[in-house]
């Protein structure tokens, strides 16, 4: 019988937070711009975590991008001091800008309606 809730998702879950925490906390690089963690998934193999980030300014991604990048090495050591596993994931990190390009689609939805409405005015 399968689990509920698989092995790899509780890791995944146990890498967001503790990597949330490491990079808020620990990391003092020039070219971070305060990423967000969104999302952590792990292989099933345990072997691989693709964590994807979100920063504020989309133009700040790519130096983001890099210094994250950069720093695996030493984020992976941490994290696996924390995880009671016997691997510690590689980590990918992948931009993911969903949540701007949702504000951008919300935006122009909202111009649309704003439109509509004041062209049935008259």
């Known amino acids: 019988m399968p689990k509920d809730y698989p092995r790899s998702d509780r890791l995944a879950s ?22 967000g963690i969104l999302e952590v998934q792990v292989s099933k193999d345990l072997s691989q975590a693709k964590v994807y980030f979100s920063v504020l300014n989309p133009d700040d991604a790519e130096q983001s991008l890099r210094a994250l990048k950069h720093a695996s090495g030493y984020l992976q050591r941490e994290i696996g001091k924390v995880l009671k596993s016997r691997i510690t994931p590689k980590l990918v990190f992948i931009y993911d800008d969903s949540d701007i390009r949702g504000r951008t689609m919300s935006e122009l939805i909202d111009s649309v309606i704003a439109r509509d409405n004041s062209n049935s005015g008259d």
């Open 14 to 35: 146990q890498i967001q937070r503790q990597l949330a925490s490491l990079v808020r906390n620990n990391l003092k690089d020039p070219r971070l711009s305060s990423p």
